[in-house]
């Protein structure tokens, strides 16, 4: 009778040779998952209008805004993001202005007619952590993070998401860790979890819409552990195109 273990076992072998090299090949730890989110291709300019609906204690405040941004920290640019208010006219003509570095250092500004002046926010908690314009997101949240911020862990792969740990490498980053839900074919988030003390402190939820070459935002909430929840839905996006010289305080009080 033919002996037929011997091949038996080399085709064994060469199976569970392929199937472990499959499986390092889909292996990504927390960094390399993060360092491709970062790295999603951007518009190299964008302009939206957005209306803003801020749910709390059974009742709602609407408002309406345009943002316009360019720069992508990624590239060694500076990220630039101006937003104007339009509506209520409580609010209207209102504006924030932020600059996120390359080395993770922001500069604001925040105009409020009624001031009459522009107040330039400081670099800590008392200003970035404070609610933007009475919503669920804070200023640090409008102004965002840099990749070097956090040290990443890869908490597991599941439904096509990887979930990925991020803990601040500093403190004053206004949060004690973050957990991202990361699409596995796109590498965008579509939702984050904000930690504080131990404790979820709120929950951002987002969508995408194909904007030319690019998936942005459509929508965008915030949910605080305490029940209020801010959406943020984005009816128009133009990107790669020209807006002129907008990252200033001349047109920040227009």
Same mark, same amino acid.
């Given at each position: 009778?033919?002996?037929?273990?011997?091949? +038996?076992?080399?085709?064994?072998?060469?199976?569970? +040779?392929?199937?472990?090299?499959?499986?390092?090949?889909?292996?990504?730890?927390?960094?390399?998952? $993060?360092?491709?989110?970062?790295?999603?291709?951007?518009?190299?300019?964008?302009? $939206?209008?957005?209306? $803003? !609906?801020?749910?709390?204690?059974?009742?709602?405040?609407?408002?309406?805004? !345009?943002? *316009?941004?360019?720069?992508?920290?990624?590239?060694?640019?500076?990220?630039?993001?101006?937003?104007?208010?339009?509506?209520? @006219?409580?609010?209207?003509?209102?504006?924030? /202005?932020?600059?996120?570095?390359?080395?993770?250092? !922001?500069?604001?500004?925040? *105009?409020?007619?009624?001031?009459?002046?522009?107040?330039?926010?400081?670099?800590?908690?008392?200003?970035? #952590?404070?609610?933007?314009? @009475?919503? #669920?997101?804070?200023?640090? #949240?409008?102004?965002?993070?840099?990749?070097?911020?956090?040290?990443?862990?890869? +908490?597991?792969?599941?439904?096509?998401?990887?979930?990925?740990?991020?803990?601040?490498?500093?403190?004053?980053?206004?949060?004690?860790?973050?957990?991202?839900?990361?699409?596995?074919?796109?590498? /965008?988030?579509?939702?984050?979890?904000?930690?504080?003390?131990?404790?979820?402190?709120?929950?951002?939820?987002?969508?995408?819409?194909?904007?030319?070459?690019? +998936?942005?935002?459509?929508?965008?909430? $915030?949910?605080?552990?305490?029940?209020?929840?801010?959406?943020?839905?984005?009816?128009?996006?133009?990107?790669?195109?020209?807006?002129?010289?907008?990252?200033?305080?001349?047109?920040?009080?227009?």
């Amino acid at each position: 009778m033919n002996d037929t273990r011997f091949p +038996l076992r080399r085709a064994a072998a060469a199976v569970a +040779l392929f199937l472990g090299a499959a499986s390092l090949a889909r292996a990504q730890d927390g960094g390399e998952v $993060m360092g491709k989110y970062y790295r999603v291709p951007k518009p190299r300019t964008e302009s $939206m209008a957005m209306a $803003m !609906t801020i749910s709390k204690n059974g009742s709602a405040l609407n408002r309406s805004m !345009t943002t *316009w941004t360019a720069g992508d920290n990624a590239k060694g640019e500076v990220e630039r993001k101006v937003i104007k208010f339009s509506a209520p @006219g409580d609010i209207a003509g209102s504006g924030f /202005l932020t600059a996120k570095k390359v080395d993770g250092s !922001t500069e604001s500004q925040l *105009w409020l007619p009624a001031l009459g002046r522009v107040r330039r926010l400081s670099s800590g908690a008392s200003d970035q #952590d404070s609610a933007f314009f @009475g919503s #669920d997101f804070t200023n640090r #949240d409008i102004s965002g993070f840099i990749e070097s911020d956090f040290s990443y862990s890869l +908490l597991g792969e599941e439904g096509g998401h990887y979930s990925v740990s991020a803990v601040p490498k500093k403190p004053g980053m206004g949060y004690e860790r973050i957990v991202y839900s990361i699409d596995a074919k796109t590498y /965008l988030a579509d939702r984050v979890d904000y930690y504080k003390a131990g404790k979820l402190l709120k929950t951002q939820e987002l969508s995408y819409v194909q904007a030319g070459p690019y +998936l942005v935002p459509a929508r965008n909430s $915030m949910k605080s552990a305490s029940g209020s929840i801010t959406v943020i839905d984005i009816s128009s996006q133009k990107v790669d195109q020209e807006f002129g010289d907008v990252f200033n305080e001349r047109f920040l009080k227009q």
